[in-house]
């Protein structure tokens, strides 16, 4: 958890001067050679330290020592900015002005949008970050700010990046229309990128409930036509190559992310579930570690879970949405001791999770002492919790007791 917040400040930082240095370059044309220049040499190093970032390479110390540097150098800028003429310092500082407040939150943001790291602990950073964000900001505040933001580009519409950001804002809070729609003008006025066609295939499956369309593959394909090793572009694309029935892609992208990945991280154990499934798909599914046998104690042990969703969030959540129901331990690998699929329309909902459910025998319920629970509604239909998903928990759960019975509402928003 420590380590969350230099990472969000680092990444604040650079999701701030991605905005802050086009709007400078513009408003001083007497020093366009100069600002042109520095604008390339930070743009390159934040190539770096994104490639860094999502390759596990840099900790929170290094991150913290970037973060001086880049804000070193646009404290510069500002301040030579402080010579130009009146007219040119007033032109474009809406940006600024409007997203500075918001930083925190778009920090959250893209931390979420790397997709690789200890996803559960990310869901537990984000919840905490975000119940701190920006002096405790409203929901209200936070739409009325990126509402202004859209007002002022439309008004001002070549500024790719803050279409990027805006996109990125209503997707986390499901606003998929919105979002398509300033993903579009990024595209317009920016160009097709990696990063804007990735993020936007994002989009575009959560708003189809999960649904990998040819276009999505299309933008994914040009993508990685560019950035072949983006970790996130050959998630994506492993899912749409599954849905469209070619297992071995999927599988050749799913291994390439894992070799990209921590071993024995959520994200690792996540991609180890989906390599299986796509082997199994060929006929060469590799040999599974068999489960326990049926006539030993600690096969007796279950808990009984009833799950129901919060009124208040039930315009949140359609009938055929994923809900997965399951538990893994406190202390130990992130990995689920137990699992089971269901759909929102058969909430409320009662399962007994037990040993039979494990993956493997060295991962089952009767061998942690105490467990946490939990049921998540995911909109996508994917393992892999994601901004917007509707979740409930409860930790910890004593395994002590064979007929355990623990009541879960789902009655929380991930990362909102």
């Known amino acids: 958890m420590t380590a969350f917040w230099p990472l969000a400040g680092a990444m604040a930082?650079?999701?701030l001067i991605f905005i802050a240095l086009p709007v400078m370059r513009k408003q001083r044309e007497e020093h366009v050679d100069r600002d042109q220049l520095n604008t390339a040499m930070i743009r390159e190093q934040l190539a770096e330290l994104k490639n860094d970032m999502a390759a596990g390479k840099l900790d929170a110390e290094a991150f913290e020592s970037a973060r001086h540097d880049l804000e070193r150098e646009l404290l510069n800028t500002v301040s030579d900015?402080?010579?130009?003429?009146?007219?040119?310092?007033?032109?474009?500082?809406?940006?600024?002005?409007?997203?500075?407040?918001?930083?925190?939150?778009?920090?959250?943001?893209?931390?979420?949008?790397?997709?690789?790291?200890?996803?559960?602990?990310?869901?537990?950073?984000?919840r905490s970050a975000q119940a701190e964000?920006?002096?405790?900001?409203?929901?209200?505040?936070?739409?009325?700010?990126?509402?202004?933001?859209?007002?002022?580009?439309?008004k001002e519409p070549d500024h790719p990046d803050g279409w990027m950001l805006l996109g990125r804002s209503y997707t986390t809070q499901r606003r998929f229309d919105e979002a398509i729609a300033a993903y579009e003008q990024a595209r317009k006025y920016g160009g097709d990128s990696p990063e804007l066609l990735i993020d936007y295939a994002d989009t575009l499956v959560a708003a189809n409930r999960g649904s990998f369309s040819d276009k999505v593959g299309a933008m994914l394909k040009q993508a990685l036509a560019q950035q072949p090793d983006d970790p996130k572009g050959q998630w994506l694309i492993g899912h749409w190559y599954f849905q469209h029935g070619d297992y071995q892609r999927a599988l050749?992208?799913?291994?390439?992310?894992?070799?990209?990945?921590?071993?024995?991280?959520?994200?690792?154990?996540?991609?180890?579930?989906?390599?299986?499934?796509?082997?199994?798909?060929?006929?060469n599914a590799a040999p599974v570690e068999p489960g326990p046998t049926t006539d030993t104690a600690a096969n007796k042990t279950s808990i009984q879970v009833t799950v129901s969703?919060?009124?208040?969030?039930?315009?949140?959540?359609?009938?055929?949405?994923?809900?997965?129901?399951?538990?893994?331990?406190v202390n130990g690998p992130r990995m689920?001791?137990?699992?089971?699929?269901?759909?929102?329309?058969?909430?409320?909902?009662?399962v007994t999770l037990d040993d039979s459910m494990a993956m493997s025998s060295a991962m089952v319920l009767s061998r942690f002492p105490q467990v946490s629970i939990g049921a998540r509604i995911s909109k996508s239909g994917q393992a892999m919790p994601s901004a917007g998903d509707l979740q409930g928990m409860q930790s910890p759960v004593s395994t002590k007791e064979t007929t355990g019975k623990v009541d879960i509402v789902i009655d929380e928003r991930v990362g909102g």
């Open 13 to 15: 930082a650079l999701a």
């Open 81 to 126: 900015d402080t010579q130009a003429p009146q007219k040119a310092s007033r032109s474009g500082r809406w940006i600024l002005v409007i997203l500075l407040p918001v930083v925190p939150l778009l920090a959250v943001m893209l931390y979420m949008q790397l997709g690789v790291g200890d996803l559960a602990e990310r869901e537990a950073q984000v």
């Open 133 to 154: 964000n920006a002096g405790g900001m409203s929901d209200h505040e936070i739409n009325r700010m990126l509402e202004q933001l859209a007002q002022r580009l439309e």
């Open 252 to 283: 050749e992208n799913w291994q390439s992310v894992a070799t990209q990945v921590q071993p024995g991280s959520e994200t690792d154990i996540v991609l180890q579930q989906q390599i299986q499934l796509a082997r199994t798909k060929l006929g």
């Open 309 to 329: 969703l919060d009124p208040a969030l039930r315009d949140s959540a359609a009938p055929d949405d994923t809900v997965f129901i399951f538990a893994r331990a």
């Open 336 to 350: 689920p001791l137990a699992i089971v699929r269901k759909q929102v329309r058969d909430l409320p909902v009662t």
